[in-house]
DNA sequence: TTGTACGCGTTATCAT
DNA sequence: ATGATAACGCGTACAA
């Protein structure tokens, strides 16, 4: 039994080589003789030879390792994100390193400067919502490690892009809110300062103007996070006005779901009554009853393309220029959580 | 502008100091000046050093990263679970790389050769539905690479486990339904080979033994991935029969969900006509119509437990004699897809 | 065709 | 109180 695992030098030894010899069979060298290779790579194979990651990442100066920062995990539309970034990723030589920043600015930037100080050789990263400000991106931008954005926008940042065109899902949701006779649509934002929730708002109020229909503050409510308890007590409040709104276009599929859950309480028939519209298209959508109304996103392209865009500023190593900005088109998809005509 | 990163080297050019004295003034060694150790921590401070983690894992033999691998990261189940493994994990030295098998057996034992390249400090994993057999996760413990087992047993392997009465729950479940009157039960049942799988089934068939009733095979079926979709085709099955049950006890929510889907669509009244019951408590299930009696688990504790307990591993060092076992209690949460009395 | 020497960044040991 | 040296495992320029 040796010590340790298996190095070079072991099957030098055991090879009477030296272990530069077996690090060039390895590595299919052309001056090698085919004998000492084959015996090499046999004995290599044999021992369950691997290649000792840290001392080649020393050697490089590079972990080979990507770093993905998310908000969180639990909803099905980062899970799916990862996913698609793994898919990618995967298969080529590079790690993934994923972190999660609860949503806080703060743990954002812990995370970042962890990662850096990994040696990562790039990040993709999705900001939390309360992240204001982007030096601690610029200083991974400045040590070299390329930077790549996706879903949530960081408004100034100069790096790769991968977002959603929300305004236009917004705006589709909304104008069929309208075209489905809706006259009195209310609107459930995220949080602030998020871009996507400033885009979706952006929509709302567009489809509303462009349809010379009138903009009511009451009917706009911003929720705290995207969970389901988040959206209890905005709807609550949109119900309890007098003139109670016959549409809620949703920040997301969560919010929806509550404001269906709160409207049935009250005994409002949906989408009779109240025609309610989500954004995400989480897989749970179709089996909610009334199945709803959402606005679909491509979360799995969106991991991929981001990975890939990685990938790519890694192997060009080029200077940046240009950085890339890809804007997916949402589409809505009309359930029955919502008026047909 | 220095080359690549700051260096203990960079510092001590910098200070007229050796390499060896700036890093013992980083560590606060005793047998340091004041003024050195000061002026040392200030340029670090200032030229923002942060060791090389790669450097130290090849001095140490370790790579401060504890991998884990689970079946998928969508469902609420899983990224929940990976949540819990984050908080205990984060603050601690500890990286953490997780890593997605696919439910495939290859990829796992695939995913196992890398992180044991990786020289990993210790794996927790949750085993895909495929794995029978645990050669790779023994190698690693071989290798001194400690394996915590969460969810999902693997009979047989010595190790460390974290898991859940599946039998208990199940169990609960199938009692309760026939307590509240119902007299032909069906199971939709996991992919075969899964402990919970396995588990849940035979508290099923328990509960009716113990209650006198029969057991009939074609109340029994089994789904192939637990997504929505994969509840559908069973359900029909089950809902085709002549004589039609008047409850179903699911594998999971997913796939009780989409059983009452399809019972719906048949025309049934849930729960007049069936009561449909759950496993996994998701957050969603309180918001589907009707809401979804299913049996709760401590997903965010089973995660924390689990790190806690490789953390435990990895700082005793003690050569193992005895493995823990934890099994967590899970319990049933009737809500309105089930009768009462 | 193969071996030697060196360096990646760090720390522990042994000197001074 | 501080410096020099070796070692971790690897790849590569240079030498043979």
Redesign the pocket.
């Known amino acids: 039994m040796r010590k ?7 099957i ?1 030894v055991e090879l ?12 299919d ?9 084959k015996a090499v790579k046999e004995l290599a194979a044999d021992l369950d ?4 990651p ?3 990442g ?4 590079r972990s080979n390792t990507i770093g993905v920062i998310v908000p969180e995990i639990t909803s099905h539309f980062f899970s799916a994100i990862i996913t698609g970034i793994q898919d990618v990723v995967g298969p080529t030589r590079y790690n993934i390193m994923i972190c999660i920043s609860n949503e806080s600015f703060d743990e954002e930037v812990t995370l970042v400067k962890k990662l850096s100080g990994m040696r990562v050789d790039g990040i993709l990263v999705s900001p939390a919502s309360g992240t204001k400000t982007f030096e601690h991106f610029q200083n991974l931008q400045k040590n070299d490690i390329p930077v790549v954005v996706f879903d949530r926008d960081c408004p100034g940042l100069e790096s790769d892009k991968v977002l959603v065109d929300d305004y236009s899902g917004a705006f589709q949701a909304v104008e069929y809110l309208i075209g489905s006779g809706c006259k009195k649509i209310a609107h459930l934002g995220g949080p602030l300062n998020l871009s996507t929730t400033k885009h979706r708002m952006q929509g709302y109020l567009d489809a509303l103007e462009q349809n010379n229909m009138p903009i009511r503050n009451e009917y706009i409510h911003h929720v705290k996070g995207f969970s389901h308890e988040d959206g209890l007590k905005p709807t609550k409040r949109l119900l309890a006005l007098d003139d109670t709104p016959d549409a809620i276009f949703a920040i997301n599929d969560n919010i929806a779901t509550s404001a269906i859950h709160v409207a049935k309480k009250k005994g409002m028939r949906i989408p009779q009554d109240i025609s309610i519209v989500g954004f995400d298209d989480d897989p749970h959508s179709l089996y909610f009853s009334p199945s709803l109304s959402t606005v679909w996103q491509p979360v799995y392209s969106m991991g991929m393309l981001s990975a890939r865009i990685l990938l790519q500023r890694l192997k060009d190593k080029t200077p940046v220029e240009c950085f890339r900005k890809e804007v997916f088109k949402p589409e809505l998809v009309v359930r029955a959580s919502s008026k047909e005509d």
């Open positions: 340790g695992r298996v190095t070079l030098k072991d030098a009477n080589l030296s272990p530069s010899t077996v690090s060039r069979a390895l590595h060298h052309p001056a090698i003789g085919e004998g000492t290779k030879y691997q290649p000792n840290m001392a080649l020393l050697l490089q100066k």
